[in-house]
Nanobody, 119 residues
Framework: QLQLVESGGGLVQTGGSLRLSCAAS????????MGWFRQAPGKEREDVAA????????YYADSVKGRFTISRDNAKNMVYLQMNSLRPEDTAVYYC????????????WGQGTQVTVSS
C-alpha cells in the first residue's frame, strides 16, 4: 500500500514562492505516475500537475503553467511542486496523489498541506 506524506506548505505573500514535497513509501515508486491536486474552500478539487515515472511531465493546469514546476526523484521516492509567482487564488490545500503507470485513476492520496497566499 503506497503511502504519501506532503510537506512544505505555509503562508506566503503574493509573488512569493514555495516548494511542496511529497514522500512516498510502501511501494515501488517508479511504478506510479504522480500528481498534485488542490482544493480551495467551497470549490471542487482541481488537478494541478502530473509527472510520469520517467520524469516527463504529463500535465499542467492552465492556471499554473509557467509558474509551477513538477518534478520527481525516483531514487529518493519524492515528488516536488515548485510554485513561483504565487497568487491569492492559489490558496488551497494541496494534495499529492499516485496512480499506477498503466492506470487512469489516482488511487493513493496524501493528507494534504495548506498553502495560503496573502494579498
Amino acid at each position: 500500500q503506497l503511502q504519501l506524506v506532503e510537506s512544505g506548505g505555509g503562508l506566503v505573500q503574493t509573488g512569493g514562492s514555495l516548494r511542496l514535497s511529497c514522500a512516498a513509501s510502501g511501494g515501488t515508486f517508479s511504478m506510479y505516475t504522480m500528481g498534485w491536486f488542490r482544493q480551495a474552500p467551497g470549490k471542487e478539487r482541481e488537478d494541478v500537475a502530473a509527472v510520469y515515472w520517467s520524469g516527463v511531465t504529463v500535465y499542467y493546469a492552465d492556471s499554473v503553467k509557467g509558474r509551477f514546476t513538477i518534478s520527481r526523484d525516483n531514487a529518493k521516492n519524492m515528488v516536488y511542486l515548485q510554485m513561483n509567482s504565487l497568487r491569492p487564488e492559489d490558496t488551497a490545500v494541496y494534495y499529492c496523489a499516485a496512480r499506477p503507470n498503466s492506470g487512469y485513476k489516482f488511487d493513493y492520496w496524501g493528507q494534504g498541506t495548506q498553502v495560503t497566499v496573502s494579498s
